[in-house]
């Protein structure tokens, strides 16, 4: 597409297909009409309603497949700015040569990445990409894919694969597993940027196209386990060095010289000693600006890369030498044995190229104008004509800017692969120089056509050859389609042993100057039964004409041996590997001097040498899953929007558009192997609720035989369980139009394969819910065993504390209950121990006293003349609690004091004197009797904490204190 922005147009006039349109009749094309008007008539038929062509998303939807209804339907889609349609396998790509808006975005990437169905979406070139990425997730064989973009200079091959590594980059690259961010990034942005230094130094502004790939490239974006992007690494095949040197009218040089002089500094051109005045002869169309003249960018990209300060200005001083080199004109000398000198103009530049290569000017002219020729032992120096001594020239700016080319690819892939240990699957995309047909073909055009005849018989063995004849072999009924098959234009080219490859090859090898004419009369000769091959007997210009898939393009001989030979003088190397530039040293360090007396086939040529590499790539090619892509240019002069029909129906000819229509249309795409096809969808037939009984199998059956018997009964069972669906009725031919059993792969279509899938969710699904389901019972089960195991625990702690709470309660009862009894024993024997005995005092007749005594609670003493003890309680306790006790406290002198005594049990001075209470009228009257009043004690917890436990016979409790003790029981 357009190198534009990244903008994608709306979706308006974008729909499914509407189904095939009947009717059709073909009318033959008279020759004296004009192409228009025969396209005009031969649509009458086919145009039902002309405004709904454009929803034509898929050209196998079109009935019948011609040139020219294919060409109508994409000219209606072009004319509503839609510029992808599917071709069957294939995806056509129209460049509308301007920026369409939202046509790359970052949105629509992720729209197209997270579609369930990516196919079932309006076609374009992330539906493409999205597939080889869901290949590679999924493990279906051959795991490793391969983008191939192809089509004419100008169509739009660099803008897609520009676009679909930043989609790689942008999908690939989203890590969402704990990783370094920045590591990512860089991932990412060191492989985006690697296409701006590619672009810059291996591109140019052709008559074709504005940015035309003047190499080949193929890009493998490495993907580790987790299909993430970890690295890439690139290929390069045949870059054009001759444009350096020479520019075809009209054209330009790479892209970097116009960069370095449109956007260098003044400081910069002050280094590189390009003022602002100075014209350069290797600059043509100077003044013409594209969008690809972005110096800042460049430089940019190479900061990203890695590439330091020090190492740009070794690289743009290189450059700028190369540019120095292209003023530097010879005259001859008058004198063929003296060296040609310089033009008068010339020496400033030769300075200027000497100083930026950093050799010695001296050197640098002579190894320009001598040449050095080795007789044995002996080097004789001879000096070189006018056109040598230019030749020379030629030759070391292209060798100097080749190497430079090499080295950038070098420390690209050293800055952007991955180790090997950590990718193990790749994604490749391929994008190599278009179709060219110049005015004047040589060695290049020739290498180009080469390389996109090998991509086309790719293309017809992978999708139409092949897949025609493996459906014979495995069985189907089908018709051959008629396709155009290069391999003669092949066979004419690299064939063996005889073609023009092979005769380049030979007349390089000899040690002789090479002769136009001559060559063209071997040619002739040796090829004369090749019918891709012809010649103008009556052109001055010796040359001959090939007949490609795309085209009848006529080169020429003059020169392209020499092209072929590519020599390079070894004294040039010498001094580039002498000089003063750490850059030039480095990368003709390793340069082997090729000696000019070498024969045979020691010499290796560029046709060889382009041979193998692109062989190398096909082998790729072959291992991987290929996807291709068909880049269309609409008109030849890139005009916005403009659609020229005999430039895109040529293209659509030549490209074999029509029958890759015709065969997928009618084909079955997928092809799986049986057991492939088993272990994949082998579940459908065993959770399916549709029986269709187990197939009799003999001992002695084969393996093939019970696969197809296994695949049979699957495909039974999807189609019976299709059939009962509500939204679908297939009948037996349909299900024949769907799938094919062949002997070794089953055949499928996309809507087969779909329906299988759907149905493989489906069971995956309810599978994975009856996972979840008696996952979650195990779970639920296990929570409630371990809350009755915690419950039952908590239980039988809970009453085993108890159960030991209980017997400290009864121990320590016990305890107070046997302490209790001990101690109101003891005081019970303490208090009947203080009692009078009864029977004594009963036997005593005594007076009887005085009821107004009574009342007062006077003592009475006693009228036996003998010492009494005066025995007593406190004047208080006396009074309040014991009313029957006859001893009075109301009379003062000595019987008060007799009563203190008594109450402190104190003996008399004289001991003449005796009290005693009148217990024995009364009954008990002694310590145990109850006070009326109320006795309060003040307590924290309990009283037995003041109390005697173990009182002693002998105790000192006595009086009040065990009137306390026992009101506090």
């Given at each position: ?31 004296d009409r004009s192409l228009d008007d025969s396209l005009e008539g031969e649509l009458q038929a086919f145009l039902i309603d002309e405004d709904q062509l454009h929803t034509y998303d898929d050209l196998t939807k079109v009935n019948p497949v011609t040139p020219t209804t294919v060409l109508k339907c994409l000219q209606a889609r072009y004319r509503v700015k839609v510029f992808y349609t599917n071709a069957g396998c294939t995806l ?552 020229k029909k005999e430039e895109v129906i040529m293209q659509l000819e030549a490209c074999g558009i029509v029958e890759t229509i015709h065969i997928s249309a009618a084909g079955f795409p997928i092809r799986i192997p049986l057991k492939s096809f088993i272990q994949r969808y082998g579940l459908i037939s065993k959770y399916s609720k549709f029986s269709s009984g187990t197939p009799n199998v003999d001992v002695e059956t084969d393996i ?266």
């Open positions: 597409m357009s190198s534009a922005t990244d903008q994608r147009n709306g979706r308006a006039g974008h729909s499914r297909g509407v189904g095939t349109v009947k009717g059709f009749v073909q009318k033959a094309r008279s020759p056509v790509a129209l460049n509308p040569f301007q920026p369409i808006p939202d046509l790359y975005s970052l949105d629509v990437m992720k729209e197209y990445h997270c579609a369930p169905q990516p196919q079932e979406s309006k076609p374009h070139i992330f539906i493409v990409a999205e597939e080889a990425y869901r290949n590679v997730q999924g493990q279906v064989e051959p795991v490793n894919q391969s983008l191939v973009v192809s089509g004419e200079s100008g169509a739009g091959k660099t803008w897609t694969s520009r676009c679909l590594m930043k989609y790689y980059a942008t999908v690939a690259a989203s890590s969402s597993v704990v990783k370094s961010q920045d590591t990512v990034e860089r991932i990412e942005r060191r492989v985006l940027d690697s296409n701006p230094i590619m672009e810059a130094f291996g591109n140019a502004c052709t008559l074709r196209n504005n940015n035309s790939s003047r190499f080949g490239k193929y890009i493998q974006l490495q993907l580790d386990r987790c299909q993430m992007l970890v690295g890439a690494s690139v290929q390069t095949y045949l870059l054009e060095k001759t444009r350096v040197a020479c520019q075809p009218a009209n054209e330009r040089n790479f892209h970097i010289f116009y960069q370095m002089m449109k956007g260098a500094t003044d400081e910069q051109r002050k280094e590189w000693m390009m003022p602002h005045g100075q014209l350069f002869v290797w600059l043509p169309n100077a003044e013409k600006t594209v969008e690809e003249d972005c110096f800042n960018e460049t430089v940019e990209a190479m900061v990203h890369l890695g590439i330091n300060a020090e190492r740009q200005r070794q690289i743009f001083r290189i450059l700028a030498g190369i540019l120095q080199l292209g003023n530097v004109n010879f005259c001859s000398s008058a004198d063929e044995s003296q060296m040609c000198n310089l033009e008068e103009q010339s020496k400033d530049s030769m300075q200027r190229a000497a100083e930026l290569l950093r050799v010695p000017a001296e050197e640098l002219q002579t190894c320009l104008t001598v040449r050095t020729l080795k007789a044995g032992k002996q080097s004789v120096l001879k000096p070189c004509s006018q056109a040598e001594c230019s030749m020379r020239r030629d030759c070391l700016a292209k060798t100097i800017y080749a190497q430079l080319f090499e080295w950038l690819v070098t420390f690209i892939n050293n800055s952007i692969c991955a180790d090997k240990s950590t990718w193990c699957n790749f994604i490749g995309v391929l994008d190599v120089y278009g179709f060219e047909c110049f005015r004047i073909n040589n060695l290049e055009q020739l290498c180009i056509n080469y390389a996109n005849e090998k991509l086309q018989q790719h293309f017809v063995a992978h999708y139409l050859r092949a897949q025609q004849e493996e459906y014979v072999s495995e069985g189907l009924e089908w018709s051959f389609v008629k396709y155009q098959d290069n391999q003669s234009c092949l066979d004419l080219i690299e064939g063996s042993p005889i073609s023009v490859f092979s005769l380049l090859n030979e007349e390089s090898r000899l040690n002789r100057t090479s002769d136009a004419k001559t060559f063209r009369i071997r040619l002739e000769k040796e090829l004369c039964d090749n019918a891709n091959i012809s010649w103008d007997k009556f052109s001055k210009e010796p040359h001959f004409t090939v007949a490609h898939y795309a085209g009848k393009v006529n080169y020429q001989i003059q020169g392209m041996v020499e092209k072929n030979k590519d020599p390079v003088p070894p004294e040039l190397i010498n001094l580039l590997q002498k000089a003063e530039n750490p850059l030039l040293q480095q990368i003709f360090a390793d340069k082997e001097t090729e000696s000019p007396s070498s024969k045979g086939l020691s010499k290796v040529t560029v046709v060889s040498k382009f041979k193998n590499s692109l062989e190398s790539l096909m082998r790729i090619l072959h291992t991987t899953t290929p996807h291709y892509t068909r880049c269309i240019k609409p008109n030849p002069d890139c005009k916005p929007l403009t659609f093939v035989d019970i696969l197809q018997q296994e695949v049979e009964k699957l495909l039974r069972v999807v189609l019976q369980h299709q059939t009962f669906g509500p939204s679908h009725n297939l009948d037996r031919e349909k299900h024949n139009s769907l799938v094919h059993c062949g002997r070794t792969k089953v055949f499928l279509t996309q809507l087969m394969l779909d329906l299988l899938e759907d149905q493989r969710k489906k069971i995956l699904s309810r599978c994975a819910f009856s996972i979840q389901c008696c996952w979650l019972r195990h779970q639920r089960r296990r929570r409630r065993a371990r809350q009755q195991s915690a419950t039952l625990i908590q239980a039988v702690v809970r009453s085993w504390l108890v159960r030991r709470q209980v017997q400290r309660w009864n121990r320590a009862a016990a305890v107070i209950q046997g302490t209790w009894r001990k101690w109101t024993a003891l005081l019970k024997s303490l208090a009947e121990a203080e009692l009078d005995d009864a029977k004594d005092l009963v036997e005593e007749d005594m007076p009887e006293l005085n009821p107004v005594v009574r009342e007062r609670g006077s003592v009475q003493l006693s009228t036996i003349q003998e010492p009494v003890t005066v025995r007593g309680w406190p004047m208080g306790l006396a009074l309040a609690s014991a009313p029957s006790i006859t001893v009075s406290l109301t009379a003062t002198g000595f019987q008060k004091m007799m009563s203190v005594m008594a109450s402190l049990n104190l003996p008399s001075r004289r001991g003449e004197y005796k009290v005693e209470t009148n217990q024995y009228t009364q009954g008990l009257a002694s310590i145990r009797a109850q006070p009326r009043g109320s006795v309060k004690l003040h307590y924290q917890r309990s009283p037995l904490l003041y109390a005697d436990r173990q009182p002693e016979k002998k105790t000192e409790v006595t009086g009040f204190n065990e009137i306390l003790l026992e009101k506090t029981l």
